[in-house]
């Protein structure tokens, strides 16, 4: 994986994002618009270009400048951009005293898929467990907070949003890959043994597909002390579970896992506090 060195802000070629942009601009759906703030912080959809340019600015910033992971493509750009973008929505958080955009998803509903390129994780995951609730599902995907707003405010309206978009399309289930950043097959063996007991139930869970088959490993003494990533122990926190074995992500180097959340099935005080949902 190349890194940029002695540049983390160099700037993106705008060259390159034009016909991307105007792809995304032209194929996105129709997303609410969720009059949502907290603090500084302003949630909204990115409807135009400096919209969407500053989200896969982001993304590259985050996924290949910080985690060194990400797509190769990427650093001729400046921008972390591919395919599915176009047929997906992009939540969006402002700080609003600099305009500048600090946090950024990517989601599309299960029927969208459906009608365009498929599901992102359905690259390495088999989703054929999750055809019977296409119509009620959510994938997320390409999360990224700016290292200096990694905060719960921050967080929580970006999980607000998501919780509106689901709502709206009356959703009960979101979807997505939740990555370790490290191609170490004992560390994700661990970590996924550590998390065996939040596995979804049988008729939820998946494998990977074979090109990203993963062996996992007897356990070790280090096992116990596996942390999972940030996010994922967030995800779990308000009730998310893991659907299966990791995949190895070679593109990205990553360890990935198909984590899932009922809507329905996450605390009261949950779905209060972190998703806004009050019943």
Same mark, same amino acid.
């Not at 991307?20 to 601009?25: E, H, I, Q, R, T």
């Not at 600015?57 to 921008?79: C, D, H, I, P």
């Not at 405010?153 to 709502?167: H, M, Q, S």
């Not at 661990?190 to 062996?215: I, K, N």
């Given at each position: 994986?190349?890194?940029?060195?002695?540049?983390?802000?160099?700037?993106?070629?705008?060259?390159?994002?034009?016909?991307?942009?105007?792809?995304?601009?032209?194929?996105?759906?129709?997303?609410?618009?969720?009059?949502?703030?907290?603090?500084?912080?302003?949630?909204?959809? *990115?409807?135009?270009?400096?919209?969407?340019?500053?989200?896969?600015?982001?993304?590259?910033?985050?996924?290949?400048?910080?985690?060194?992971?990400?797509?190769?493509?990427?650093?001729?750009?400046?921008?972390?951009?591919?395919?599915?973008?176009?047929?997906?929505?992009?939540?969006?958080?402002?700080?609003?005293?600099?305009?500048?955009?600090?946090?950024?998803?990517?989601?599309?509903?299960?029927r969208v898929a459906g009608s365009n390129l498929g599901y992102y994780s359905a690259r390495e995951f088999d989703f054929s467990p999750y055809e019977p609730i296409r119509n009620s599902l959510v994938e997320l995907g390409r999360a990224s907070i700016h290292r200096d707003h990694r905060s719960?405010?921050?967080?929580?309206?970006?999980?607000?949003?998501?919780?509106?978009? *689901?709502?709206e399309r009356k959703a009960r289930y979101l979807i997505g890959c939740s990555s370790l950043t490290s191609q170490c097959l004992q560390e994700g063996s661990d970590m996924y043994t550590r998390l065996l007991e939040f596995l979804a139930e049988p008729q939820l869970r998946t494998v990977p597909?074979?090109?990203?088959?993963?062996?996992?490993?007897?356990?070790?003494?280090?096992?116990?002390?596996?942390?999972?990533?940030?996010?994922?122990?967030?995800?779990?926190?308000?009730?998310?579970?893991?659907?299966?074995?990791? *995949?190895?992500?070679?593109?990205?180097?990553?360890?990935?896992?198909?984590?899932?959340?009922?809507?329905?099935?996450?605390?009261?005080?949950?779905?209060?506090?972190?998703?806004?949902?009050?019943?």
């Amino acid at each position: 994986m190349r890194i940029l060195q002695d540049q983390p802000d160099a700037a993106p070629n705008p060259e390159h994002s034009i016909g991307v942009v105007g792809d995304v601009l032209r194929e996105r759906s129709s997303a609410s618009k969720p009059a949502l703030a907290r603090g500084p912080y302003q949630l909204r959809f *990115a409807e135009s270009r400096e919209d969407l340019e500053a989200a896969f600015r982001l993304r590259f910033l985050v996924f290949n400048l910080e985690l060194n992971e990400g797509l190769e493509s990427a650093y001729e750009t400046g921008y972390d951009t591919d395919e599915f973008d176009k047929a997906c929505d992009h939540l969006i958080v402002e700080h609003r005293p600099s305009r500048q955009v600090v946090g950024t998803y990517r989601l599309q509903t299960g029927r969208v898929a459906g009608s365009n390129l498929g599901y992102y994780s359905a690259r390495e995951f088999d989703f054929s467990p999750y055809e019977p609730i296409r119509n009620s599902l959510v994938e997320l995907g390409r999360a990224s907070i700016h290292r200096d707003h990694r905060s719960f405010e921050v967080l929580t309206l970006l999980w607000r949003g998501i919780a509106v978009y *689901a709502t709206e399309r009356k959703a009960r289930y979101l979807i997505g890959c939740s990555s370790l950043t490290s191609q170490c097959l004992q560390e994700g063996s661990d970590m996924y043994t550590r998390l065996l007991e939040f596995l979804a139930e049988p008729q939820l869970r998946t494998v990977p597909r074979a090109h990203f088959s993963f062996p996992i490993l007897a356990p070790t003494p280090h096992t116990s002390f596996a942390r999972p990533p940030k996010l994922l122990r967030a995800y779990l926190s308000i009730g998310a579970k893991i659907c299966g074995p990791p *995949a190895l992500d070679r593109e990205f180097e990553t360890i990935d896992l198909l984590t899932l959340l009922d809507l329905e099935q996450i605390s009261l005080t949950a779905r209060a506090r972190f998703l806004g949902i009050m019943d």
